[in-house]
Nanobody, 121 residues
């Protein structure tokens, strides 16, 4: 299983950015997917998760109403639409595959390499 995150870059505060994560390997549609982020000098933290069918989503409080996680099972891809971004959203963003759409890092067995998002003020 390989996860390839992309879409990061430099964006101004208040702007938009869409992250993508392409997943290779079989049975994408039976697994939950999550996005985590790690800012410099900080622990990796949960951002959002989506269930295998896409029918259930979960967000950390700081991104609710601003970020949207979605998936396309036909393309084996998961997305994170970021809007109204803030400087504190600056981090390396990682996608991950897990058994359940939960906030716990240890629940995700496979991780992408990360994509850097930098929000300028």
């Amino acid at each position: 299983v390989q996860l390839q995150a992309s879409g990061g870059g430099l964006v101004q505060a208040g702007g938009l950015l869409r992250l993508s994560c392409a997943v290779s390997g079989s049975a994408f549609s039976v697994y939950a997917m999550g996005w985590f982020r790690q800012a410099p000098g900080k622990e990796r933290e949960f951002v959002a998760a989506i269930s295998a069918t896409g029918g259930s989503t979960l967000y950390t409080d700081s991104v609710k109403g601003r970020f949207t996680i979605s998936r396309d099972n036909a393309k084996s891809a998961v997305y994170l639409q970021m809007s109204s971004v803030k400087p504190e959203d600056t981090a390396v963003y990682y996608c991950a595959r897990g058994q359940q759409s939960v906030v716990t890092r240890s629940a995700y067995a496979y991780w992408g390499q990360g994509t850097l998002v930098t929000v300028s003020s």
